[in-house]
């Protein structure tokens, strides 16, 4: 029996002194993983870490929250080639549902998606999917009009749809306080005849409905950690088709119980996997086997 980690982060700078260590202890455990790109450096540094291991893949993209220039919580991400921000106060912030980080509280440079770049990262072997993308109206900087931030949004999202469907990869996205915005743009892009290949919903969170409406245009739907703890996202899944779930953990954030608060690992997805077993009603072996397939079924340049 194994898993995949289909959406973790491997290659950020949390693990700076013990990545190795990290990836050995969860693919010694079972479990595979995709680490996914959020800026260039992370996308590029990834794919570095893919390239040194079986069993670990790579995407590639630009992160709705590193569009513009502001505060959170975002050390961890950088890669260790990158000068840690002397200035940055080193405290505890809370993450989404109550997680939290371990990290300091930084200012994130402003990207720009720069397509040349991602189009020739998106061409390497290791490279398996265009993500993380998406529409994340949860953090909208302060001082900034949330119009021109989400427009924002929109415009590079697009520019990563569009990418995928050149170079046929599936997406993995990001989608946060925007569900039905993103539905829509999703939409657009299936009955144009574009993104052939679909994705995945990363870090789902929503409704039963719209997730049954990102299944219909042919979407697969992730869980991390949050399943574990919260019962409104287990109400959800439990009625969402096994043939159609992804488990991952998002590390190094949102670890799971019995886990919770501390530094998340690749290897953590099989608390995600056991708690999707016990509300389906089947064997932890069943929701493996069900799992790899529908991550490979997406991800299918994962051989
Ligand atoms: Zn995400
Ligand atoms: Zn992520």
């Not at 982060?9 to 700076?16: D, E, I, L, Q, T």
């Not at 570095?48 to 220039?69: F, I, M, Q, R, S």
């Not at 953090?139 to 050149?166: M, N, S, W, Y």
């Not at 919770?260 to 389906?280: D, F, S």
Request: net charge negative; charged share 30%; aromatic share 8%.
């Amino acid at each position: 029996m194994y898993l995949i980690d289909s959406h973790c982060h491997v290659h950020f700078n949390a693990y700076r002194e013990d990545m190795d260590e990290v990836i050995r202890r969860s693919l010694e455990a079972g479990v595979f993983m995709i680490t996914v790109g959020t800026q260039s450096d992370t996308s590029r540094r990834g794919l570095e870490v893919a390239e040194k291991y079986d069993g670990v893949w790579a995407t590639v993209g630009l992160h709705p929250n590193h569009l513009t220039k502001q505060e959170f919580n975002d050390e961890d991400e950088l890669p260790p080639n990158l000068p840690p921000n002397p200035s940055s106060p080193s405290t505890n912030a809370t993450l989404p549902y109550g997680e939290v980080a371990f990290s300091h509280l930084v200012k994130t440079r402003e990207e720009k998606f720069d397509v040349d770049l991602f189009r020739s990262l998106a061409a390497h072997p290791k490279c398996v999917g265009i993500g993380e993308t998406g529409l994340d109206f949860y953090r909208i900087p302060e001082g900034l009009d949330p119009e021109v931030v989400k427009e924002k949004q929109r415009e590079t999202a697009r520019a990563h749809f569009d990418l995928a469907t050149e170079m046929n990869l599936p997406l993995s996205i990001h989608c946060r306080d925007a569900y039905d915005e993103q539905l829509e743009l999703v939409a657009q892009y299936v009955s144009a005849g574009k993104i052939p290949r679909r994705g995945v919903i990363h870090c789902f969170s929503g409704t039963e409905a719209q997730a049954r409406s990102f299944l219909d245009l042919g979407f697969c739907i992730s869980v991390t950690g949050i399943l574990t703890f919260s019962k409104d996202l287990q109400k959800v899944v439990r009625e969402l088709p096994l043939e159609r779930l992804l488990v991952e953990t998002d590390s190094p954030y949102l670890s799971p119980a019995p886990e919770r608060g501390k530094r998340n690992e690749p290897w953590k997805v099989k608390h995600v996997a056991q708690t999707l077993a016990e509300l389906k009603g089947v064997s932890l072996e069943e929701v493996a086997r069900a799992t790899v397939e529908n991550t490979k079924r997406v991800f299918d340049r994962i051989k």
